[in-house]
């Protein structure tokens, strides 16, 4: 689960600064990648997961 938040700051009647927060897997919850499906010892076993939270955080200039 993604989530986004964002504030906006109101400068002038042209001008506009935006605060934002992205946060990509949110809840760090685990997310496998599909199994591997070549011939050998490793068939059908889950070997790696995706990557944990990851948080982003921005300030934007609107005008």
């Excluded at 599909?34 to 609107?62: D, H, V």
Aim: aromatic share 12%.
């Amino acid at each position: 689960m993604d989530l986004s938040l964002h504030k906006d700051f109101p400068l002038t009647e042209r001008f506009k600064l935006q605060f934002r927060s992205d946060f990509i897997n949110a809840f760090n919850h685990v997310q496998l990648n599909a199994p591997e499906m070549s011939l050998g010892g490793k068939m059908g076993q889950i070997t790696s997961a995706q990557p944990p939270r990851n948080i982003q955080l921005a300030l934007k200039l609107y005008y």
